[in-house]
């Protein structure tokens, strides 16, 4: 089992740029393949970008790529996601998630992740 802790989050003008971190708890980080997803008031949740335990495989939504950067060290038990370019879309809390111990799969569907943190508000301004 694995506890997750979101930070970094706040307001920000469109351009600008925010770092999330999810701080993991627990010796079994390291198996996990970990998601951000994010949640806008009154809309799903959507996926935003996954990495595989190893970090070999990334995966990102379409909306994202090319501004957002997944990345995880194992030794720190931390996954981040750094963001750039943020426009007034990318408001919404996100979530980070563990799932698919030590599995080959990176998924992208909410469904496919066991464990979630509480989220962290990311509001940006026009």
Not at 52 to 63: E, F, N, R
Not at 65 to 88: C, E
Request: hydrophobic share 35%; net charge neutral.
């Amino acid at each position: 089992q694995v506890q997750l802790v979101e930070s970094g989050g706040g307001l920000v003008q469109a351009g600008g740029s925010l770092r999330l971190s999810c701080a993991a708890s627990g010796r079994t980080f390291g198996g996990y393949n970990m998601g951000w997803f994010r949640q806008a008031p009154g809309k799903e949740r959507e996926f935003v970008a996954a990495i595989s335990w190893s970090g070999g495989t990334i995966h990102y939504a379409d909306s994202v790529k090319g501004r957002f950067t997944i990345s995880r060290d194992n030794a720190k038990n931390t996954v981040w996601l750094q963001m750039n370019g943020l426009n007034p879309e990318d408001t919404a809390v996100y979530y980070c998630a563990a799932g698919g111990y030590y599995s080959s799969a990176v998924g992208i569907g909410p469904n496919e992740y066991a464990y979630w943190g509480q989220g962290t508000q990311v509001t940006v301004s026009s």
